[in-house]
T-cell receptor, first 113, second 112 residues
């Protein structure tokens, strides 16, 4: 019953360093998402992939890139980390269809000094 | 953009019924209304979803009026473990995932 697995769980970076956050789901879902959550705030969508082979920008895509490696895996890359990107990052997946709920991982806590 | 508005916080006592209302005036025809629960240091967890009228499952009920411009999550007989942040999400994730936002949620505190 793994569901959505995110790695790493914690990471500290220096400004300017690069980093890739990994996400994998074992529910055979078509759609996958990356969100960020700043302290005391709601989730904001960074990028999403409606199906394998497609990716689209969400609400806050600047400073990030994504790769839908295959149906199971969806990675998020920070090319040049900035302190403003300090946040908790959540990956989610869902079946395709407007009525399908999202299933979330437990997050990656990223601090950029 | 289906923006949502919820109360920032609510307090309740064990055993009471709690109703959390979400306003979504710009809801589109194809949008569903989905509620999530989030505990500290965890990802959100799906609670309930609806399109119109009333939906009930083993943990909650969702009331949606005819105009669909708001919805109310009802938690019967809350316990201390229901203390969490509750998010209302409105959107058609199939066609408008990039335009569906969570908002800041409602922090529910259940007291003994």
């Amino acid at each position: 019953n793994a569901g959505v697995t995110q790695t790493p769980k914690f990471q500290v970076l220096k400004t300017g360093q690069s980093m890739t956050l990994q996400c994998a789901q074992d529910m055979n879902h078509n759609s996958m998402y990356w969100y960020r959550q700043d302290p005391g705030m709601g989730l904001r969508l960074i990028y999403y992939s409606a199906s394998e082979g497609t990716t689209d920008k969400g609400e806050v895509p600047n400073g990030y890139n994504v790769s839908r490696l295959n149906k199971r895996e969806f990675s998020l890359r920070l090319e040049s980390a900035a302190p403003s990107q300090t946040s908790v990052y959540f990956c989610a997946s869902s079946r395709q269809g407007s009525e399908q709920p999202q299933h979330f991982g437990d997050g990656t806590r990223l601090s950029i000094l | 953009l289906a923006k949502t508005t919820q109360p920032i916080s609510m307090d309740s006592y064990e055993g009471q019924e709690v109703n959390i209302t979400c306003s979504h005036n710009n809801i589109a025809t194809n949008d569903y209304i989905t509620w999530y629960q989030q505990f500290p240091s965890q990802g959100p967890r799906f609670i309930i979803q609806g399109y119109k009228t009333k939906v009930t499952n083993e943990v909650a009920s969702l009331f949606i009026p005819a105009d669909r411009k708001s919805s109310t999550l009802s938690l019967p007989r809350v316990s201390l473990s229901d203390t969490a942040v509750y998010y209302c999400l409105v959107g058609d994730m199939r066609t408008n995932a990039g335009k569906s936002t969570f908002g800041d949620g409602t922090t529910l505190t259940v007291k003994p």
